[in-house]
């Protein structure tokens, strides 16, 4: 079976661009989550969307918003792009939208972007 | 707000020595869940093990073992024997609320021949 796939896995924008990140669920989860992972740190809470619709918000600036489709993949959209924003954005997956014991989150490998 | 922290940056051990990775959280909530997630370099978090607030019990898992205490806010990991294969990143996580997970900076562990 697949599991989280994100899209692209690497890329390079210049400051001020925007930047639109791909993730696709494994089958039959409804709960996607994405997470900000700088170099050499743990990741951080973006958002979490269940059902199509946002159920949770990390302290992140407005340029950071997402949406998440009838079929469940999501889509996290960053404007105005910073050096700072340099990061690997982590999708996550979850078979219900709270974290219980019984909802573990799956990860995906990530889309590396670069700021220049 | 909920805190991780993994006092322990970086640990280089040789291969077939047992080591331990630490991970102290701090919370007000009284049921919580705590997370290890594996970080090898393809960059994607692998699951290790989940453990609820209320279940203080000690588990192993083949050469993975872990150690919950609440009377002292630990969660820690221990790999016995270890091996090449069991060098990446470590994170120690706890849930905040229903929607996220709080991470540690991670414990990058380094196995050598």
């Known amino acids: 079976d697949a599991g989280v796939t994100q899209s692209p896995t690497h890329l390079i924008k210049t400051r001020g661009q925007h930047v639109t990140l791909r993730c696709s669920p494994i089958s039959g989860h409804k709960s996607v989550s994405w997470y900000q992972q700088v170099l050499g740190q743990g990741p951080q809470f973006i958002f979490q969307y269940y059902e199509k619709e946002e159920r949770g918000r990390g302290n992140f600036p407005d340029r950071f918003s997402a949406r998440q489709f009838p079929n469940y993949s999501s889509e996290l959209n960053v404007n105005a792009l910073l050096l700072g924003d340099s990061a690997l954005y982590l999708c996550a997956s979850s078979l219900q939208g709270a974290v219980s014991g019984a909802n573990v989150l799956t990860f995906g490998a990530g889309s590396r972007l670069t700021v220049l | 707000a909920q805190k991780v922290t993994q006092a322990q940056t970086e640990i280089s051990v040789v291969e077939k020595e047992d080591v331990t990775l630490d991970c102290v959280y701090e919370?007000?909530?009284?049921?919580?869940?705590l997370f290890w997630y594996k970080q090898p370099p393809s960059g994607e978090l692998v699951f290790l093990i989940r453990r609820n607030s209320f279940d203080e019990q000690n588990e192993i898992s083949g050469r993975y073992s872990w150690n919950f205490q609440k009377s002292t806010s630990s969660f820690n990991f221990t790999i016995t024997a270890s091996q090449v294969v069991d060098s990446a990143v470590y994170f120690c996580a706890l849930s905040e609320g229903a929607q996220k997970l709080v991470f540690g900076q991670g414990t990058r562990l380094t196995i050598n021949p």
């Open positions: 919370t007000r909530d009284t049921t919580y869940y």
